[in-house]
């Protein structure tokens, strides 16, 4: 596969959330052989690590700006306001920092986005922009709006309902699987609609997350396994699909976001600050983050994101500047020896203060120490006064480890450490478009064999 530069185009398949350990484990009892031909025969197949914390918005953030959250101002699923003091869910209005579809559209390539986490709402580009799982219409998810009468004769999804998971778990499996069927239809279209003209296609799958999330537990228990597996396979065959039309000079890049694990217990963070006096409110339940007492010391976001209230910079703030310090190391150290009841484990493998994960115009933003647990540890925000340690809700959860990605044509080295930063780098380098200096990552083929 060795095209120019100004030949190449590259499609890039996101399978949000599926383990690189999964799909090897796939791989080794006959599933799933499209991808297994394709990732272990033609290019390298690795494990990566997410950010810290691993959620989707912030590391598909991260992926498509090439920067840390630092850079690009999305620090969680849910963020907060400094003055008044409130949450709210972060959209691309949020991101701080210009994408990887803009950049390549300013540069004069074409590129196609579909469903990627942090694209809400779609912005202008050479190109096509389907919006994320956050958009509540597709009449405000595509961009040019010309396209959304085709959108709704190919009978597009932006995305399944998560209720039915409990509801009728049945129905949920098949809603997966129409959603995954009618994006990929989708995807097929714009592919022969816009030949020869795009450069970059991004074809993002969120269901894999959903179905992790609420089945992970199948695969464990030989009675379901099948459908667990069957899922997969089905996937599979759907990507099949896809990669049989690709163009022959089209590279396939493949990743992940975050890898998934098993929930043994949710903890209920706010309810340990509450329990150790750190945190109050002026009225219980409190309607959000408006109703904290001014004497409170510290409170939580998801997932174990946790926020000095200090003077001066929260609008309620009590701690003084001189105790920052003291109070982040008395929270660091408190965590640390948190522990399970029933086991005695810690539930805390790490603490982290902000500026070991985060460096960029808007630190200011983020959590002031980030825990990341223990396996099977689930940290939740809710701000009500409920038990510290409850039965998992779901049965699969994020972790850092275990991500995937795959390069085709490429041989990267095993000793090279690989971020989601250095994939954005790589794909400028790929296109021929000069690796932007302000990306936190440097292009994979300065270090790899092959292209």
């Not at 069927?181 to 030949?195: G, N, P, Q």
């Not at 667990?228 to 759907?238: A, H, N, P």
């Not at 910079?313 to 920052?324: H, M, Q, T, W």
Request: net charge negative.
């Amino acid at each position: 596969m060795h095209h120019r530069a100004q030949d190449r185009r590259v499609f890039i398949l996101a399978l949000d959330g599926v383990p690189f350990s999964l799909l090897q484990t796939a791989f080794e009892h006959g599933h799933c052989p499209t991808l297994c031909q394709t990732f272990q025969q033609q290019g390298t197949f690795r494990e990566i690590h997410s950010v810290i914390p691993p959620l989707s918005t912030v590391a598909w953030s991260s992926f498509l700006t090439g920067k840390n959250p630092g850079k690009h101002g999305i620090f969680g699923f849910v963020d907060r306001t400094l003055n008044p003091l409130q949450t709210f869910i972060p959209t691309g209005r949020h991101l701080k920092a210009p994408t990887l579809f803009e950049r390549l559209s300013d540069a004069g390539k074409r590129a196609i986005t579909m469903n990627v986490p942090g694209t809400t709402p779609p912005r202008p580009i050479q190109g096509v922009w389907i919006a994320d799982f956050l958009t509540v219409s597709l009449e405000k998810a595509v961009y040019p709006k010309d396209l959304v009468p085709d959108l709704k004769s190919l009978d597009y999804r932006i995305d399944v309902n998560p209720l039915l998971a409990k509801e009728n778990p049945g129905q949920f499996l098949q809603d997966l699987r129409e959603a995954v069927d009618r994006r990929v239809e989708t995807a097929l279209w714009l592919m022969e609609k816009y030949l020869p003209d795009w450069d970059l296609f991004m074809l993002h799958i969120m269901e894999t997350d959903r179905f992790l999330h609420f089945f992970w537990d199948l695969q464990t228990e030989p009675t379901d396994a099948q459908r667990f597996w069957s899922f997969f396979d089905f996937l599979d065959q759907t990507i099949a699909r896809v990669l049989q039309r690709l163009p022959e000079n089209a590279i396939l890049v493949s990743l992940s976001d975050h890898g998934f694990g098993p929930v043994k217990k949710e903890v209920y963070v706010n309810t340990w600050l509450r329990e150790q006096g750190w945190l109050r409110f002026v009225q219980d339940p409190p309607k959000g983050l408006e109703d904290l007492d001014s004497r409170s010391k510290a409170y939580s976001l998801i997932p174990g994101r946790f926020y000095v209230n200090l003077l001066g910079r929260e609008a309620l703030g009590s701690v003084l500047p001189e105790d920052y310090e003291p109070w982040r190391t008395r929270l660091s150290e408190a965590l640390l020896h948190l522990k399970d009841p029933d086991t005695g484990a810690p539930i805390v493998r790490r603490v982290y203060r902000r500026e070991e994960l985060y460096h960029g115009p808007f630190v200011q933003g983020a959590p002031d120490l980030v825990a990341l647990p223990e396996s099977g540890y689930d940290f939740k925000g809710t701000l009500r006064d409920v038990p510290l340690f409850q039965t998992p809700s779901m049965s699969g959860m994020h972790t850092v480890e275990d991500a995937y990605l795959f390069f085709q044509g490429v041989e990267i080295p095993q000793d090279v450490n690989i971020t989601l930063y250095d994939v954005t780098a790589t794909v400028f380098d790929l296109l021929g478009v000069p690796v932007p200096q302000d990306l936190d990552g440097r292009s994979l083929l300065e270090v790899a064999h092959g292209i």
